[in-house]
Every structure is written in structure tokens, then in C-alpha cells.
Nanobody, 122 residues
Framework: QVQLVESGGGLVQAGGSLRLSCAAS????????MGWFRQAPGKEREFVAG????????LYADSVKGRFTISRDNARNTVYLQMNSLKPEDTAVYYC???????????????WGQGTQVTVSS
């Protein structure tokens, strides 16, 4: 397993941008599919974006396509989520998660960070 620490959350006005970072510990970071999830108050946690270990394949929730970009730097053991054109409905706690191997199965994401708050004001 890997240990994950998110950063970069904050308060931003609608239409603004934020970049979240997730630093991972462990020597096998490059073997993991990385994902970003979010949970808004009173709602279930939902998938936002994912990237396989090579960085060649990404997946996005329909609600963020064209606005969010996930990327990774295996040399730095870090995954990023660039969020542009933010909307009030993007307000949530954002979590970084890791799944061993190349997988899009949500059940395989077994390592989670503590979360970082993103608040988008209207």
C-alpha cells in the first residue's frame, strides 16, 4: 500500500482554477492507478478522474470533462488534478486514492488520503 497526502484545496470564486496535488510514499508508486474522488455534504463519494500508471490512459466523470485534467509525475511520486472553470457544485472534499495495477474498478482503490476541501463561491 501507499500513503497519500493531498494539498492545494481552498476557496475560489466560480470560474476560477485550483490545482490539487497528492504526494505518495512508497517505492512502487508507478505501479498504481491513481484516482481523484470527491464527497459533497450529504452526498456519496463519487469518482472524478483517474490515470493509469503509465499516464497513457485517463478517465473522467462526465461532470468534469473538459474542465479538469489529471496528470502524474512518477519521478516525484505525485498526482495532480488541475481544475478549471470551477462551479459551485464542485464544492466538496477531494480525496486521492490508489489502486494497484492497471484498473478502473472502484473496488480496487484501497489506499486513501485524508482529503482536501475545495469550496467554490458563486
Amino acid at each position: 500500500q501507499v500513503q497519500l497526502v493531498e494539498s492545494g484545496g481552498g476557496l475560489v470564486q466560480a470560474g476560477g482554477s485550483l490545482r490539487l496535488s497528492c504526494a505518495a510514499s512508497g517505492r512502487t508508486f508507478s505501479s498504481y492507478t491513481m484516482g481523484w474522488f470527491r464527497q459533497a455534504p450529504g452526498k456519496e463519494r463519487e469518482f472524478v478522474a483517474g490515470i493509469i500508471w503509465t499516464g497513457d490512459s485517463t478517465l473522467y466523470a462526465d461532470s468534469v470533462k473538459g474542465r479538469f485534467t489529471i496528470s502524474r509525475d512518477n519521478a516525484r511520486n505525485t498526482v495532480y488534478l488541475q481544475m478549471n472553470s470551477l462551479k459551485p457544485e464542485d464544492t466538496a472534499v477531494y480525496y486521492c486514492a490508489a489502486a494497484y495495477g492497471n484498473t478502473w474498478s472502484l473496488a480496487d482503490f484501497g489506499s486513501w488520503g485524508q482529503g482536501t476541501q475545495v469550496t467554490v463561491s458563486s
